[in-house]
């Protein structure tokens, strides 16, 4: 069992950065993947980005490419994701997730097991 919980959310301007932490109990948690996704209100839960547990390979969603960074740091249980150059669109809350499923991380939401109880993030205009 893995249980996850995110930090580091928070009141942010446009242009700014926040950095997210995704802290996990368990000591299978660096054998399994990892995603971070937003749901904004009114819409669904979507892909943000992924990283495969051993951190050398990640996946980002169009939308945040070239502008967060997912990384994990495996001797600490805990993932991260850097936002920079916020935009008010990026206005939601953010989960991390774990997929103990061996294997290249999912953009499905479906595929996780593990879910974090989210942190919100709101880009003020």
């Known amino acids: 069992q893995v249980q996850l919980v995110e930090s580091g959310g928070g009141l942010v301007q446009a242009g700014g950065s926040l950095r997210l932490s995704c802290a996990a109990s368990g000591r299978t948690f660096s054998m399994y993947a990892v995603g971070w996704f937003r749901q904004a209100p009114g819409k669904e839960r979507e892909f943000v980005a992924a990283i495969r547990w051993s951190g050398v390979n990640t996946y980002y969603a169009d939308s945040v490419k070239g502008r967060f960074t997912i990384s994990r740091d495996n001797t600490q249980n805990t993932a991260y994701l850097q936002m920079g150059s916020l935009k008010p669109e990026d206005t939601a809350v953010y989960y991390c997730?774990?997929?103990?499923?061996?294997?290249?991380?999912?953009?499905?939401?479906?595929?996780?097991?593990?879910w974090g109880q989210g942190t919100q993030v709101t880009v003020s205009s």
């Open positions: 997730a774990a997929d103990r499923k061996f294997g290249s991380p999912s953009t499905s939401a479906g595929a996780y097991d593990y």
